[in-house]
Structure formats: C-alpha cells, structure tokens
C-alpha cells in the first residue's frame, strides 16, 4: 500500500476491504510522505522492518526484485500523486490497485492507459460502489434488455460535509486543493463516481455534457455543487453532486427508464433494486433474492436480509482484483464475472468527464465532447 | 365550470376538490363543445334547465345577468381554450378558477393579467400540488430562514403513462397536440407543476434556464422528456419533468438545500416532510404534528395519520377560491393564508417558462432568461 | 345526523366522506344533547328550521312521517348511545349508519342485529378502514387463493394521544369513560377496527383470543394497552392496539401469510401493498395501478399516484351506503361491491371481541372463544 | 474454531466476521465431525498441519499445552454440542465464543455459567444483532433514561425459509431435529435472538411468558411459529417468531415505547434508529450522524451513509471478544464498551427463554416464570 497513514480516511478502508474474503494480506508500504513517520506506521500495520518503506520509488524498485515480492500495490494517496507511483510500479512490473479519480490530467490518464495495455498487467480503479452486487444486478438486466432501449439516465451523488468552511480538516483541505485534487472538487470527488456508475450499468457512453458548476462557500477554490445535462446517443441524462446538499449523506443514487422498463437503486439502501417491467407491477429484486443474476450472486456473501454494505461492495473490487491478479500470475483467463471490476478505461473516461465538465461550465454550458 | 363533460378526466377532480369542503355548488355549466352534449351532461350533473348551456359565451352573458348568479366559473378545458373562456368570464365580471398552464402564448397570458389586475377580479389558477398542508410547510420555513441563503433546488415530475404511443386516448391526444396544449408536452402539462412549486415553495423566481428536450416515443409532436438546469441568482437548480420514465406514477418531487438545512417533499407520500437543519439530526415534519406552521394547518381536514391526498389538496384551492371571492363580494380583505393560492402571476410565470424551454432546447441549450 | 355538534370530531370527518363523492346531502340532525345547541348548530348547517332538533326521538318519529323524509340517518355519538338511537330510527323504519363500536353491551348488539335482520332495513357500520381500496385488493386476492392456506395474520393499530393523562380533553374523556365507552379503551375504539380489519380482509373469523390489557396513565378507567393472541381455526394470529405507543400516530397495519404468499398493508400508506408470492419477488401493488381487483377499482376515485386517503376511504363506506340504501328503496339487488361495507354482523362481533378480550385479561390470558 | 467445515453456514460469517477488524487469525481448528474431513477442510483453511484437528478434545488438549496456544475458540457447531465443546475449552483454560443458542438444556446452561464464573474466562455468545451500531444506541438511549419508563416492548423477527417442507437441506434438517437443535424450532433459532434483543436494549428481564407455538408445515418435529406475551414488571411487550411468514427474508425488528419516548429500529435496515420524544417531531438517528452514543461510535468503522451492516455487527462481537480475551491476558479490565457483547448470563437468559415458552405452549398459553 501506499498511502493511508495516520490521519488518512480511504486507506483504512481498502485494508479492511482487502481484508474482508481473505484474498490479501498487508505485507509492505509506504504510508505517508514522511519516511519516519511512513515506517513507524508500517511497525503499527505488522509489517517486517525491511517493507515498511520511506518512498514508494524504493517499494517500487525493493519489491521487483524479492522473490516473495507484492502481488499488487494500492495506492490510496491524493489524486496528484497517482500517476507517478501507478507508474513507478507498473514499470516495476507491479500490478496496481488505484483510487479514484486515476490521475488529475489527460494526459497522465492516456500514459497510464498506454503502459497497462502494453505491459497487459492488471489494473483497478477502486470505483467502489460499481462493486455492489445490486449494481451489477442492474447491469445485467439492462444487458439482457429487460429495460428494452434506454431513453433516460437519472444521477446524483448528495453529500454536505463541506456545506461549511472545513479548512483544517485534512480530509477536505486536500479535496479542495487543485494542486492535490486535480481541477474538480466534487467533480473529481463523487461526480466521477456517479457518472462511472451510470456508464457501468447501462453500458452507454455520454458523447457530451453541458454542466453548470458551483463553489457555494465563500473561498473555495473548486466546485462543491455540479449540476450536469448528459447526452448518451439517443438516450438524455442528468448528473447531480453536491457536497453542500444539507442533510444529505452518501446519496449516490442511479435511475435509468428504457422503453421496456425502469430500474432504481441508491447506495444508502443498497439491498434492494427498484424494477418496473412497463404496465406492470413494481418488484423489488433483492440480494440474495428470486430473480437474481450471477453476476449479483458473484458479488454476495451471505444471504439476503442479512445487510451487506459499503465495505463488502469494497470488498469485492479486491476480490476481484485478486482474481485479476492470480490470472495473471497464472496466465490464464480471469472469472469473466471479476472483469466487471473497473480499470484503466474506467479511469480515463472519468479524467475525460471531469475536463469536459470543467470547460463546458467555463463556456457557459455549451455542449462538450467526452472523448 | 367550463369542460368536464364526459370522457374528461380533470373535471370531474375539480368537482369533487369543490364539493369536498362544503364551499362550493355546481349550479351553471357548458361541459362540452357539442352544444346539445353539453345541456345532456348538465341535466345529469342535477343542474336547472336554463343553466346547462350550449357555448361558454352565453353562459358568461346570462350568468352576469341573473340575480343568482355563479360567485365563480371554473374552467377545465384544454389549455389552448382557456384564454377566451377566462377573458369573457372575466369581462362578465365574474370570477375565474382555471387549470394550468393558464394560456397557450405570452400574450394571452399577459392579457389576462392585465385584466386581472385592471378588474380587481379573484382569479386563482389550480396548480393544485401547492394547496398540500406540507408544501405550505416548506414554503413557511425557508421564508422563516429556516434553511438560511437557499443553494440548490431539485425538482421532479416523472410519469409514465405516455411511455407508449397511446394515439386514440382521448387525455392523450390533446396533450399531444400543439394546436391544443400549446408548445409544450411535458413541459406545460408537467413541468409547469414542477416550476411553479419550487417557485412557490423557495420563494425566489429562475432567471435563467438551458433546457434539453425530446420526445421519445416516434411520431409524438411535443415533447415528452424535460430537462432543464435553472440559475435562481446565486441558487442552482435541476428540474426533470418526463412522461416516459418507466414504473413511475405521478412522481413530483422538491428538494431544497440551505446554508442551514435542507427539505424534501414528494407528492405520493405527501403527508411528511424530511427537514435537516445542517449538523443536527433529520425530522420527520407530519401534517397534523409538532411543530407545523399555521399555513399548514390552515389547510389541514383531519389529524395527523389519517392520510390526506391529492383531493384535499386540490380542495384547498378550492377553498381559498372560495375565501378569495367572499372577501371580494364582501369588500374585505381575505384570510392570509388563502392568498397562497396560485394566481394570474403563477400564471405568466409558467407560460414564461414554457416560451424559455422551448428557445433555449432549440438553441441547443443556450441559457435563456424566464421573463 | 344524530351527533357531530360543536367541538366534535369524527361527526366533521362524516360529513366530508358523505359529500365527497355527491350521494348525500346533510337535511336533518340533532346534534347535541343540549336541544338549543343542537339547533343552533343546525342553523350554521343551513338545516330548515324544521329539521334542526331538539333530541333524536323528536327527530325519528317526524322524520319518517315527512314525504321528503331522510334516506338514513348517521350516529356519531359516543359509543354508550348508539343503540337507542339506532333502534329509534330503525323503529321507525329509516337505514342507519352507525359509528363503532356498535353498542356497549352484548344485549344492545344482538337487539339490533335482530331488527335489522327483521326489518331488511341498511345498517351500515363505519369501520372505514375495510373502505380503503388496497384494504378490498388484500380481501380479493386472499377469497382467489392468492395467499394460499392462510397460516398467520398480524395486525395492530398503535396510536400515543393519551400517552399522558388528557383529562378535561372533550375526545379523551368520553373515551376513557365506561359508562360513556363501554368496557374497552382503546380496546373498543381502535382494537375493535383492527379486529374488523384482520377478518375483514382473511374472511377468517377467531373463533377464541387470549388477551393481556393495560392501563398505564395512572388514574385511567379504562384499558390504553391491548395485547391479545388469537386463533383462526388452523391459523394462529397477534393484535396489538395501544393509545401510548410514544411516536405513533394512527399506526393500523396489517399482515396476512399463507403458505403460497403474504401481504402487507399500513394505513398511513394506504396507497400500496405489499404482495409477495412465495419463493418470488415482492411486488408493490398500487392503487389504480397494474393487476388491482375490480373490488378495489370500485372503490377508486384518481388515478393511481394522486393519493386517496382517509377521507376517500370513509368516503368509500358513504357510498356504499348510498347504493344499499338506494337499492333496498328501489327493491333490487345492490352493486355487489357496496355489500362489502361492514354491516350489523360486523359490529357483532366486535362487541363480542370486546367482551371475549376483556375476560380472558380479568382471567390472567385464559383463551377464551368469541362467540 | 470447531465445526464450519463443508457446506456449513455460519462458520464462514464467523470467519468473515473475526477477520474484517484484523483482531484474530484463524491458527487451528476442528471444523467437521468426520477427522478426516476435518483435517482436509483445515489444510483447505491454511491451518498448519499439526493445527488441524480430527476432534475437539485432542485439539483443546493439544492446544493447551502449546506456547502459541489459540487465545479463543470459536464454537459454531448444532445447539446440542455447545455444552460439551465449551466445557472442554473451558476446563483446558481457553476463552470461549459461542454460537447461541448456548446449550439445549437449562442443566447445561448452569453448568457452563457456574464454569465461566468460576474460573474468570471470557465466554462470549454470538448473539450477533447487539453488536449493531444502533442496537447500542437504543440501549444507551434508554439507559440514559430517554425513553422514560418503559410501557411497551413490541419485537418481532421474521423469516420465511422453512415456509415449505426442506427435508434433505442440511441447514434445514438440523435445525428442525429436536436432538440437535433442542426443544425450540423458529424459537431457539431465532426468538432466541429476539428476546435477547429486547433484553439487551431495555435492560429489563422478563418476569413470565405465556406463549402458542405452532409447526405449520406438516411434518416439521419443532415449532416454526411462535407468539408470545411478556411482562417485564410493569411493562408488557408481544414477541412473534416466524420462519414461515411468506415475504419475509430476516426481519427482526424492534419497537420500545415509554412515557418520555418511544424508538423503532430493523435489523434488515439497521444504519437509523427512528426517535421520537413525546410530543415532539420524530428523528431519524444514523449510525456516525448527529447525536450517536459513544457506545454506537465505538461499534462504527466508516462514517454514515456508507452502509454497515450484518458483517460489520457481527465483526462488532468478535472486537469486542478480542479486548475482552486481552484484557484477560493481561490482566486488566476492558473497555467498558467492549463488556457489551453479550456472555454466559444472555446464554442462561436464551435456554430459560426456551423452556418456558415450551412449558406455556403445552399448558394452553398459561403464563409461566423466566427464571
């Protein structure tokens, strides 16, 4: 790992995460930016004196050369520093687990894309939420074409814990530096999460947006409320990310109507799956449940009405990147069901969202390409 | 009343929304185009011989003649009739209940709110949504400050019974129409409710809004998909209004953030009202329950979970038409309360946002300004 | 109308559900026991100075002696009353419509169910909450074998306005006076709907109960806490009924499980149930909407989405009436769905509940028959 | 750990469970009744292979005797070999966590609480629902008095998985075989859970029972439906278990209601706690949200709106475990909220629990002593 240190929030999760199916165990890092304080930590975690690391570029080039070396890093540092430690390990011959946005430019996001499909290593963006069995659920439903065609997207990721000023909370100060979080505050945050997300389960990609972002606290370098129109083909959309949105919490929430049906499903409530067949009854389809696909029943651990959540959604983004990663050591084919784990393509369609987005809202709203 | 004969769906909704509160009885008519029609209905609805007429013009002539006349006409016909029927009525000096949207053109609404203003006459238009006890809630609580400086306002109005191509219904066809509803589809028979109740409940008024139309089912004339990004001054908004999103039912919708707290209210469980004031837990606000604003309990029948719905709220309108022309005959200032019900200035308001979708989705989205 | 004067509730609730939907108007009443107030208040009805009166023999006897006598009559006095009052109008030939519970003792309930059955005259009981079209939908699927053998049935009805001690309270006092109430507190007033409901909708009937009763404000005559088992042949069920339960506010809800499917229905949200065959996915059944009974769609005012509530639904149990009352004038058979309005039977056996449940608590929960 | 082995249940929750919070390792084990299998399925487990054991005896033997002896065993096998398996840890001087519930005899149950009390060693019983965040929450709300004096305790815990008859399933066939399951069907395997629920968050003991058990489905040996009536002192509550409530998936629920308060929480959405203060609005309590209890926050690993739920509660009992077995060995007291998990005393509770709703149900309901 590197990143996750003290103080850090995401990092403590991709370990219990990793933890969770018992695929992975924490064997070396580099934890913070400072090397006493990035090993000391690493003591804390377990890990033997040699790999608890003071620079990742040493982790890179130490690991490479063990016999019992890493089967993959995760990286779980600030959005700027992605792409150089993807690509310390990834050149190191590293299979990389990655946090989300994949890179804060373009261009960073097409090297990384370059190296992954030159060197074929496994590469996974911990878009987490598309780990949800019910999210998978739905795709596979609108894949079968039980929504016949898509004619409407329906988005929005609501939080509040920035509708004030946080500065000081290392969380949000680092969230709102452009320096660190690339050119979006919620853009990059959670709108990415909400438009991986929609394109993951219908399977259409946004040709443009026209967005409208907002920074509502006095001082904030970056956009804290994102209201964005999507155009899929013939199919219309509308993304909403908030983090000023009072009483809100974790609010991703995803609907699409086709002409054949309409589905609906939101993150807080993540169990069960809204499904209107057109002109007939509403069905709750539930985890676990009659009528569930395998690539749901992949995704789940114990039955249904047993509430799995957050972290077991997490969970599974690790489970298949071991699946992912085994493959590859063993140089077969991986479980079909674990490539719906997101990567690199994930990746460089979000950084496309968040410039598109950016200069859409600079241009007043004009329609922009996302490619 | 003007319309309602039969095969009409919203008539006889107004009739029952009249009668339910004992203000209001049906005692002069035209319900029809076809003139001999029309005196049948009229004998069926119980009315005296010489008041079920054959043409709206007649009935506005006589009626302003008799010592017992109508205290008010109420007008259900399609939106492209409304403007004459209102002006003769109103030219009759009689008082004037009519559906939404008020008129087809700018012009025609303007008119009738010259009238309207030169005459003194009540005139109150049925964007019935606004008669809800917790619509009145909100609206009493953001102007309260309750909320603080407003941020964000979401709104939504999605439906699905025009999924299909439904040419031959009656309710349909004349929505489908140009010649009959207007330029709008969704956009006046839905999209108005939407505007007008954020409107309404925030208290502010959109400058400006891009607008993304379609109309998805083939060969449909109007639009049966809205979406809409709309600026309020500093405050940003969305609104959605469709007619084709699948599995949904009559679902209105508004969401309000502030810098202090945030709402949410839907119109198919409308008895409660989400309220979080920022950092503090979120309340659950019933009809009938702690804390509720003397607006709301003005327009309250029975206690708080004895479930009041869509007839009681239209019958609110119907009450405060009915409080709003007393005061009018009695020379004396009305009730405050029932001067929230919509008038000639929701009117213009909604024809305005009509004129502004519709330029703004055929300039592929340019912000157009509502006024 | 005998009963419903100033400062009453339910009589105002009986005058909006009878107007709602056009069938009845109010032409007679006695309001009050005091016989100038009861006049008075007759006045502000804008009753002919004749047909506001004195006391409820007066009004019987000159009633049934008038050509343009009453079509019924409507008892809304505490439940103490009912039975004279009943039998007065039913003496004197005239249809009643009575409040439940029907009488206070056994004696009284049997008196009128035989002069009912004697004289062919309507007597309808208004346990409105059977006059909910989802209520109707769950006694149609359960009579087609939907739910199979029914094995369980669970209701309850949990109320908290007389958590504390309201005495001086006009609606608490008569309640929680025996005398006044009868035996029961919230036994009679809300136990008694539940109980209704549960064999209402099962067409099952208990053949005995075990009950534990409460009273917790200290000082209250009368039972605020009703815990009862009970036994439906093979069937085994609970009711729960409570004036205390802190936060609840007219909680009816009920839950019926046989061995191919359950449902569920709640009062405060009246507009669905939940229907889920066994080993399949739950479905949300809506009012209005796909696959509802004709039994239900009878007693259906809008469409689906535009919410009915209570009004609609004791509105639903005044139409009923009026169909039983114009067809026993008419002598022909009535609709057959207005049959379904609870009648004499009905409120037979909800005083025999009340007297079956208030021995088996004063015999500490010996199972006791109802019967 | 002892039992889990092939095509069991509950032993890879438990191994999920005591691995997400990285306290235990699973280090030896005897996981089937087969020696073989079990020493298979322990090499399948990575167990060393001196570690994976063909019976319990030999291993809590063996491992007593070990330097890097197991700090705990996790028992997970049929009710009727608890008693057993417990006291041989028990005597070798190994902590104990125990599947519930304890023991199938109320002889046993003393045994192993006299065992635990005598010798000081942590015995923990995996009644894993009162590790919720929000159970925790109600008990502290109530323990601080919140609620005032209870009146009503109304708990329920649905299933409908053995709604028909599933000879041959294995989890099935044990639980409905009285040698192995105990006297109990619904009522061991889950009522159990439910009346220790009601106790933990109440903190009151139920004084007596009176209780009508039932095995619908023809055949079944032990009950699959049971209804119960308490009596706390003066409060009263309602208990109903079910495994054939057609609809249902794991929907244990619990509602408490006192003069100051009532509250609701659902175990199948566990992250809020409904509250509502007399009189006052209701409030939605979320798990890392405003006003939580410190003993909620220290059963909490991310912050609200990203769902925890059956994994993460149950993880909550093996923390709390971990603290207790190290406070243990190190001898000093644990953190307070870590003595939250339940023990021997919810153990003897459970198996008295058991005995008097069997006792009641065969005596026709009569009310009978917890104790």
């Not at 990567?343 to 460089?348: Q, R, T």
Request: glycine share 12%.
């Amino acid at each position: 790992m590197v990143g996750g240190g003290e103080g850090a929030f995401i990092g403590g999760v991709h370990r219990m995460a990793a933890r969770l199916d018992g695929h992975w165990d924490l064997v070396a890092g580099n934890f913070q930016s400072d090397p006493a304080k990035s090993i000391a930590f690493g003591k804390t975690m377990g890990l033997a004196d040699d790999r608890a690391y003071a620079d990742f570029r040493t982790m890179a080039e130490s690991e490479a050369k063990r016999a019992d070396r890493i089967d993959a890093v995760s990286i779980v540092t600030p959005n700027s520093t992605h792409h150089a430690i993807a690509r310390a390990f990834l050149d190191a011959g590293i299979a990389v687990i990655c946090d989300k946005p994949m890179t804060i430019t373009r261009k960073h996001a097409d090297d990384l894309a370059e190296v992954v499909i030159r060197t074929g290593l496994p590469f996974i963006l911990t878009h987490n939420y598309s780990g949800y069995p019910m999210a998978r659920q739905a795709r596979a439903m609108i894949a079968a074409g039980e929504l016949g065609a898509i004619r409407i997207v329906q988005v929005e990721y609501a939080q509040d814990w920035l509708a004030t000023d946080l500065s000081g909370n290392k969380q949000a100060d680092w969230r709102s530096d452009p320096a660190k979080a690339g050119p979006g505050g919620a853009l990059g945050d959670i709108a990415t999460h909400a438009f991986q997300l929609a394109e993951f389960v219908t399977g259409l990609q946004a040709q443009s947006i026209s967005a409208d972002l907002s920074a509502f606290v006095p001082g904030r370098k970056v956009d804290d409320n994102v209201n964005v129109l999507l155009r899929f083909g013939e199919a219309r959309g509308m993304l909403w990310a908030s983090q000023v949105a009072t009483g809100s919490v974790n609010g991703l929430k995803l609907r699409v109507f086709g002409d054949k049906g309409g589905i609906e499903w939101a993150q807080e409530t993540p169990e069960t799956l809204l499904f209107t067949p057109l002109g007939q009854q509403q069905r709750i389809i539930r985890r676990g449940g009659a009528g569930v696909s395998p690539s749901a029943t992949h995704a789940t651990r114990v039955p249904g009405g047993h509430p799995e959540g957050y972290l077991e959604g997490f969970a599974q983004i690790y489970a298949d990147a071991a699946e992912l990663v085994r493959a590859h050591l063993e140089k077969r084919a991986p479980n079909a069901f674990a490539k719906l784990a997101p990567g690199v393509a994930d990746g460089v369609r979000g950084v496309k969202f968040i410039e598109a987005a950016v200069a859409s809202s600079k241009n007043n709203g004009a329609w922009t390409p996302v490619d």
